[in-house]
């Protein structure tokens, strides 16, 4: 078995690499961003708005390309607020299809393992009549809460990693 740190959060971490999205793109309110604490871990916060057909806001990492089987496995440690968020992967930054799993969150740190083969495919929301994920790179990875209600959030992540094997 193999590991690979894909980002690491702390005090010096850069978050060049990282942005947010929110239903502004289509006329909604919410708004999240994403920053470091001040124990250097990052924290992906902000207001979810139904107004105006909103209700996301989401974080995306671009990392340098990403080489992964299927087989592999995403481990994340982090501590949410005892809300659900999905965790989204993208083959190509172009696809149109991202591949998610939602994660719920206890209020208490968290390890969450996630198997690349079981993300599955949604576009806009909806779940796509494709197969799991089945590529051989990762070009985006990120959070997004999407809760159907109108709420605060916040999400501390420490690490991403890749395990291999």
């Not at 971490?13 to 124990?39: C, F, H, K, Y």
């Not at 949410?80 to 206890?106: C, M, N, P, W």
């Amino acid at each position: 078995m193999h590991r690979q740190v894909i980002f690491e959060f702390n005090k010096s971490a850069s978050l060049q690499n990282w942005e947010t999205l929110d239903d502004v793109v289509m006329g909604g309110r919410s708004q999240g961003n994403i920053s470091l604490s001040p124990e250097g871990y990052g924290r992906f916060s902000g207001t979810v708005l139904l107004e105006n057909n909103g209700g996301f806001s989401s974080v995306r990492y671009f990392p340098d390309s990403l080489e992964v089987d299927p087989q592999d496995r995403i481990k994340i440690r982090l501590k949410g607020d005892g809300k659900r968020y999905q965790f989204r992967v993208k083959h190509d930054r172009q696809a149109y299809e991202s591949y998610i799993t939602y994660l719920e969150t206890t209020g208490e740190w968290q390890e969450i393992t996630i198997s690349l083969n079981d993300l599955y495919p949604t576009f806009r929301g909806k779940d796509l009549d494709q197969p799991n994920f089945n590529h051989n790179s990762i070009q985006r990875l990120g959070f997004l809460i999407a809760n159907k209600k109108a709420e605060d959030f916040e999400l501390l992540i420490d690490k991403i990693e890749l395990i291999c094997g």
